[in-house]
């Protein structure tokens, strides 16, 4: 199936630890996102990159590290978790430039952090 | 702060009524306005979108309706479904090279669609 998929679906971790939610698309979009949505369902964006590049990078904290090997894929790394990062981390992806703006979001990634 | 505000927050209406959703912004360059739906553990999925040249777009029983002067734009369900049920986001963007695909999103409204 085409799609933007994301792994794992849920992470349990504990405050202080590192830990990282892969994305991968099959939609040979080349720009992938990172959206946080919060407990109330406030959807924000974090990051984009377009062919590997970054191009939005809106007020995240430094822990926050996100790394593209190539155009299908985009990872978040999270340094040192807090009790607030828990949220649902969603990845998206576009084509740039294209006529839509359509993003296609993944099926997100539940993190908990204790 | 937020740039677009969304209203209501939720709303339950019955099988065959109308939903309205409605959204307003500051920022005039924004140029592209998306509709996302969101079903319980599930991404958003784009529902239907319009950009500022036209009034309205309608897309089955969906229905954007546009007005820039007043800088507002709203969702109508018509003859809304138990499978409506979801939470549908309002969002905006500009097409600036530093910005794109910046979706600014409402804070939602969750739509409840009884028997």
């Known amino acids: 199936d085409t799609a933007v998929s994301q792994t794992p679906k849920y992470l349990v971790t504990q405050m202080g630890n590192d830990k990282s939610i892969k994305c991968e698309q099959n939609?040979?979009?080349?720009?992938m996102y990172w959206y946080k949505q919060d407990s109330k369902k406030f959807l924000k964006i974090m990051f984009s990159?377009?062919?590997?590049?970054?191009?939005i990078n809106e007020t995240v904290p430094n822990r926050f590290s996100p790394k593209s090997p190539d155009k299908a894929h985009l990872n978040l790394h999270i340094n040192s978790l807090e009790l607030g990062d828990s949220a649902v981390y969603f990845c998206?992806?576009?084509?740039?430039?294209?006529?839509?703006?359509?993003?296609?979001f993944g099926p997100g990634t539940r993190l908990t952090v204790t | 702060q937020q740039q677009v505000k969304q209203s209501p927050q939720s709303l339950i209406v019955q099988k065959g009524g109308i939903s309205i959703i409605n959204c307003a912004y500051e920022?005039?360059?924004?140029?592209?306005f998306p509709w996302y739906q969101q079903f319980p553990g599930k991404g958003p999925a784009l529902l239907i979108a319009i950009r500022p040249d036209v009034s309205e777009k309608k897309e089955g029983r969906f229905t954007i309706s546009f007005n820039k002067s007043a800088k507002q734009f709203s969702l109508h369900i018509m003859d809304s479904q138990p499978g409506d049920s979801a939470t549908y986001f309002c969002a905006a963007t500009a097409e600036v090279t530093d910005s794109w695909g910046k979706l600014q999103f409402g804070a939602g409204t969750q739509v409840v669609v009884t028997p």
């Open positions: 990159y377009n062919n590997k590049e970054l191009i």
């Open positions: 920022n005039t360059a924004f140029d592209y």
């Open positions: 998206a992806s576009s084509q740039y430039g294209g006529p839509n703006y359509e993003q296609y």
């Open positions: 939609l040979g979009h080349d720009t």
